[in-house]
């Protein structure tokens, strides 16, 4: 690790003042000489952890160096080896345009002595900050940070700074002080300075992510904690590639088939390659406890593995919660079961061990079950279903993190109705229930969410979970909430009239009832969407659980702190949100060949730059040429995602939302 040297000599400065500074910089073949005032800030208060030095660049001279020259960087006289820092002062200066106005950042500085929780820490936590053009990190994971005194010189100050933030609007810069400061306090009060430094630790990966768009915030998560990475995974695999290798340290190739083998030609892998490991992870459901049993085997921290047996059985799952359900394999004994139970249509059939809601299916009567109980493709999903009572009420997708059963943080969204829900027409067999749109943080009250957290925590303690990170759906049965359409077609989550809606149970009070539980963060799109509201980055706890680190596991589970920035009803019942955020997805409707030259959501981007505002991350999952299996076949997909978010309210974010929705254009042939 390296540790940046400070001069040993500075002069005294008065920091009431603006100072005068020039710098000059040598780096990826920009050669720049800048000019301008710099003011260091006291801390905002006593137990702040940071402090702020605004920066005026008032004149720029830049040119692209045609040869190779040396990364260099000059404070003054004084040279600096910074790596970090150069970069990001040179990304500054390249977009720096001091012709039409002064270009203004502000230094962020360590208050305090100690080492960062993690390297990128600011751009999670300043994405979609209103004010910030871009926040660029100076650190190197699990570095080394000295408090800057009051007396320090420009020097100092640049040499113990953790990250630059870029101001969107300079020419108000000085009136965008205020709300700068309060934007930076909702951000950073949390420790992200730790007392003590990190471990340095190896972690093995098995089953690497079918494609890198998919797990680079995996391995951009692992890289900024200091976490040395081994993938295990099956020959051929995409990490293999000479253009990954700075992503792992080795890679094991072994047969992963999920069977009882499977723990000990982990284990041997591991024990072969000779390299001992901190801890031992997947991201992969059907993969889970045989992880766990290997890692039972190597001594390290795991969940128990009778308790990922249930959890990735939907029908164990059932059995824990003590509700009627019933494991059939053929149509014939669909039938039976039902009839020999107490169990009234409408019924819910899927794989007791699927995924990403394939072969899930809300039937009516007879007929629709011996349809929905067909075999599926065993090899995604096993020949065993669930059958289980249908449960009317809104839908939530809740992420609980617990540390030694203490709560650490908890967020819940709401899942938009799907096809299937539909109780008329289409809602039978033909219809899934593939996500379409899921919006956070929720609308449900308060005394309803409060309910939710109690009774998904306790079914958690039923199986035997006490630390984790768990991603869990349930309906709230008996809701004071239903989904209805305004006068204007928006579908939106609203109270129910005074008389409210038939008891599905008799007792007309709220209760959860859980669907499942996955025992890791969610999706892409879902964790990507939480980050960017809440500030808190799932990929990276998860890999913390795995090791055991429980220190950057208490800070890094911090949401955003309460701010007067912030609309009243965003601080409702979940805590921490910077604005409503809505997950718009995109389902393929048809199989066939993708048809396009340009990213969809890119194009809509290019197109609409009035919604390209409102879009905080996007991604089209397919490229011209691919083919896209047709829902028929069993295998669900979106074609794209979007998270679309805003300030202003919920109801603004989901008419952006449905404007987004409408106006995205792509084709299958």
Same mark, same amino acid.
């Given at each position: 690790m390296r540790i940046f040297q400070l001069p040993s000599q500075v002069a005294k400065v008065d920091m009431s003042s603006p100072q005068e500074f020039s710098i000059s910089i040598s780096h990826g073949g920009l050669q720049a000489t800048a000019n301008g005032t710099w003011v260091l800030r006291p801390p905002t208060h006593e137990q702040s952890n940071y402090r702020e030095c605004n920066i005026v660049i008032t004149s720029v001279l830049k040119e692209i160096a045609r040869d190779s020259v040396p990364n260099r960087l000059l404070v003054g006289h004084e040279e600096l080896n910074h790596p970090h820092l150069?970069?990001?002062?040179?990304?500054?200066?390249?977009?720096?345009?001091?012709?039409?106005?002064?270009?203004?950042?502000?230094?962020?500085?360590?208050? /305090?002595? +100690?080492?960062? =929780?993690?390297?990128?820490?600011?751009?999670i936590r300043f994405a979609r900050c209103p004010v910030i053009f871009r926040a660029l990190d100076c650190t190197e994971p699990r570095q080394r940070l000295q408090r800057v005194a009051d007396d320090a010189n420009i020097t100092r100050i640049f040499a113990s700074t953790a990250a630059i933030l870029s101001l969107k609007d300079a020419r108000n810069a000085p009136a965008l002080d205020s709300i700068l400061d309060a934007e930076i306090e909702m951000r950073l009060s949390f420790p992200w300075i730790l007392?003590?430094?990190?471990?340095?630790?190896? !972690?093995?990966?098995?089953? +690497?992510?079918?494609?890198?768009? %998919?797990?680079?915030?995996?391995?951009?998560?692992? /890289?900024? !904690?200091? #976490?040395?990475l081994i993938?295990?995974?099956r020959p051929g695999h995409w990490i293999m590639g000479k253009s990954f290798e700075h992503l792992r340290q080795a890679f094991l190739p072994i047969d992963i088939t999920p069977d009882p083998g499977l723990p000990g030609r982990i284990v041997t892998a591991i024990q072969d390659h000779g390299v001992p490991v901190d801890g031992l992870i997947s991201y992969a459901d059907p993969f889970l406890p045989y992880i766990a049993l290997a890692a039972q085997q190597l001594g390290l921290p795991t969940p128990p593995p009778d308790a990922l047996f249930i959890s990735t059985d939907k029908h164990k799952t059932r059995?824990?919660?003590?509700?009627?359900?019933?494991?059939v394999s053929s149509p014939e004994e669909a039938l039976k079961a039902v009839a020999a139970s107490k169990l009234s249509y409408p019924l819910i059939v899927k794989p007791c061990c699927g995924f990403s809601s394939e072969g899930v299916s809300r039937v009516r009567d007879a007929e629709e079950l011996t349809q929905a109980a067909q075999p599926l493709d065993t090899r995604r999903h096993g020949s065993d279903f669930v059958i289980e009572e249908y449960v009317d009420g809104p839908e939530v997708d809740a992420n609980l993190v617990l540390l030694d059963d203490e709560e650490l943080f908890w967020e =819940? *969204?709401?899942?938009?109705?799907?096809?299937?829900?539909?109780? &008329? +027409?289409? +809602? &039978? =067999?033909?219809?899934?229930?593939?996500? !379409?749109?899921n919006v956070l943080p929720s609308g449900l009250p308060r005394a309803e969410l409060d309910m939710l957290r109690d009774s998904l925590h306790a079914s958690l303690r039923r199986i035997g979970f006490r630390s984790g990170f768990f991603h869990m759906e349930a309906r709230v049965r008996d809701s004071s909430m239903h989904y209805d359409v305004d006068d204007s077609g928006v579908l939106e989550l609203r109270e129910k009239g005074p008389a409210g809606a038939p008891s599905q149970c008799g007792t007309g009070?709220? *209760?959860?009832f859980l669907v499942e539980i996955n025992v890791r963060p969610p999706g892409i799109q879902a964790s990507f969407a939480s980050a960017c509201t809440y500030g808190v980055e799932f990929y990276g706890l998860h890999l913390l659980f795995a090791v055991g680190d429980a220190d950057r596991l208490r800070a890094l589970t911090q949401p955003f702190a309460p701010s007067s920035l912030l609309t009243p009803s965003l601080s409702g019942g979940i805590k921490g949100a910077q604005h409503w955020c809505e997950i718009v997805f995109v389902p393929t409707e048809r199989g066939g060949v993708y048809d396009g030259d340009e990213d969809c959501c890119e194009e809509l981007k290019r197109r609409r730059p009035d919604l390209a505002a409102h879009i905080a991350k996007s991604l089209c999952f397919w490229k011209?040429?691919?083919? #896209?299996?047709?829902?028929?076949?069993?295998?669900?997909?979106?074609?794209?995602?979007?998270? =679309?978010?805003?300030?202003?309210?919920?109801?603004?974010?989901? /008419?952006?939302?449905?404007?987004?929705? *409408?106006?995205? %254009?792509? %084709?299958?042939?």
């Open positions: 150069a970069s990001a002062l040179a990304d500054t200066l390249q977009e720096a345009d001091t012709a039409q106005a002064a270009t203004h950042i502000c230094l962020i500085l360590p208050a /305090k002595d +100690g080492y960062i =929780v993690r390297s990128d820490i600011f751009a007392d003590q430094q990190p471990r340095q630790t190896t !972690l093995a990966l098995f089953n +690497g992510v079918d494609t890198f768009e %998919r797990g680079e915030a995996i391995y951009n998560a692992a /890289k900024a !904690l200091g #976490i040395s993938v295990i995974d059995q824990a919660e003590n509700h009627e359900a019933l494991r =819940v *969204s709401d899942d938009f109705p799907s096809p299937g829900d539909n109780p &008329g +027409g289409d +809602g &039978g =067999v033909g219809s899934s229930f593939i996500e !379409l749109a009070k709220p *209760s959860a011209r040429g691919d083919e #896209i299996p047709d829902p028929s076949t069993g295998v669900l997909t979106w074609i794209a995602y979007l998270l =679309v978010v805003s300030r202003e309210s919920r109801d603004a974010v989901v /008419k952006l939302a449905e404007e987004v929705r *409408s106006e995205l %254009r792509y %084709r299958v042939v």
